[in-house]
């Protein structure tokens, strides 16, 4: 009854629903695109095997380790991937090409969601991290499909956020086979919200099973020598207000660091032609990264502006901003850069990577800036200290490998499904 009335509001909603969708393809026109994907008509399915949704770019880059060993492991049962943004779309052909089928997931109604399963008929269904919805869950129980949450994280913001409508989610929550989380404490929110503990198992972050691509490095490696010797720092991932703050950072660490090149890369595409006009406007030189160009001696920023770089471009710093800290947004993957062996800083903001980030700074691989003054003293205090850099980065070092194999016991778990 309850799923029932959820269903009549959200269909009672989809007039706006629909307007926020041209909304977003006015201001991004690769959503005005495959809308029918979005109702379960079309996109590239592949029946009978393995499902797996990842809702945007990171939970894409999240899973594609986990998706090459099931390729490597099943080679008779077809992937499909679903996802719902196009920067995940696109991440996700750039990662995949045809080696797997992919579509957008449907809006959550539950015939729309039937349409889709009947179509998949898939061996296994899993879903990156908590992009949950309650008829996709229903309609895959009903479907008898084995339904995995797959590096499943559950941050205590997200956790009240679900109590507040228990009576919707519970249900959603107790449906699911397994859940492979990432730490003790998210099992424990897991739990409260309806998750059988029998059917949990903390595995750790596959996000520490990171391994940069050899060809990655090299290319990064190229890129890098074409710049001269100049220090270089990366704030990645960044979001609306924070910008800002960055940039005024990089203008105070000029005065004592001129040849500095700072590598800004907005978290959202639509975003990018706005922050160059923001890099402009602060008065600073810049190259952007999609025209192909390479920083010279006067340019003070190089904007990265393209997608699927963003581990190539922290590859080519010395120092790691992480964004979405700044701000409350709650921060992003602090690892990938920790794997790369580089001094890690974040602002207070955390809130999604908690245990992680608290991880690192206790390793002493991360530090955290209040505001953009604390951030250009610490990159100045980096950039001017190759031993503390050193130190910083193989202190993150460290703790990736120290906590690898998460990767092993999820495919097992996936595994033991597909025998059922």
Same mark, same amino acid.
């Given at each position: ?143 008898? /499909? ?106 105070? !660490? ?89 001094? /890690? ?29 604390? !951030? ?45």
């Amino acid at each position: 009854m309850i799923r029932t009335l959820y269903s009549l509001f959200f269909t009672l909603c989809m007039p706006l629903v629909l307007l926020r969708l041209l909304y977003r393809a006015w201001r991004a026109p690769a959503y005005a695109k495959r809308w029918s994907e979005r109702f379960a008509l079309g996109g590239d399915i592949r029946s009978g095997g393995i499902w797996v949704h990842a809702v945007s770019v990171g939970e894409s880059i999240a899973a594609a380790p986990m998706v090459r060993e099931l390729l490597k492991r099943y080679p008779a049962l077809p992937i499909t991937i679903t996802c719902m943004t196009p920067t995940g779309s696109e991440q996700i052909r750039k990662l995949f090409g045809g080696q797997v089928g992919h579509a957008y997931l449907p809006y959550d109604l539950p015939w729309l969601q039937r349409r889709l399963l009947r179509k998949l008929k898939p061996r296994v269904g899993i879903i990156m991290e908590t992009e949950l919805w309650p008829n996709l869950v229903a309609e895959c129980k009903q479907a008898g /499909v084995p339904l995995v949450l797959a590096n499943a994280r559950l941050s205590e913001r997200s956790a009240n956020g679900y109590q507040r409508v228990s009576w919707l989610v519970r249900p959603m929550f107790a449906a699911l086979d397994w859940v492979a989380v990432q730490s003790q404490a998210e099992a424990r929110r897991f739990a409260a919200l309806g998750v059988d503990k029998s059917e949990m198992t903390v595995t750790g972050s596959i996000k520490f099973d990171f391994r940069p691509a050899s060809e990655l490095l090299a290319q990064a490696a190229n890129l890098r020598a074409e710049w001269g010797g100049r220090p270089v720092w990366i704030a990645a991932s960044t979001h609306a207000g924070e910008d800002e703050q960055i940039l005024r950072a990089h203008q105070n !660490l000029l005065r004592q660091l001129p040849d500095a090149l700072l590598i800004l890369v907005p978290r959202h595409p639509e975003r990018f032609d706005g922050v160059a006009r923001l890099v402009s406007d602060a008065g600073l030189a810049q190259v952007r990264r999609s025209q192909g160009g390479t920083p010279a001696a006067t340019d003070a920023v190089l904007l990265g502006d393209t997608m699927g770089e963003l581990v190539m471009l922290y590859a080519c710093a010395d120092v790691a901003f992480v964004g979405g800290s700044l701000v409350l947004n709650g921060g992003h993957n602090y690892l990938e850069p920790a794997a790369l062996g580089l001094p /890690v800083l974040s602002g207070p903001h955390r809130f999604n990577f908690v245990e992680i980030s608290d991880l690192l700074q206790g390793a002493g691989a991360l530090q955290v800036v209040a505001d953009a003054s604390a !951030l250009e003293q610490a990159v100045l205090q980096l950039l001017s200290d190759a031993r503390l850099r050193e130190q910083a980065g193989s202190a993150g070092k460290a703790v990736v490998e120290a906590n690898q194999g998460a990767l092993e016991l999820l495919l097992q778990g996936i595994g033991q499904r597909l025998q059922h």
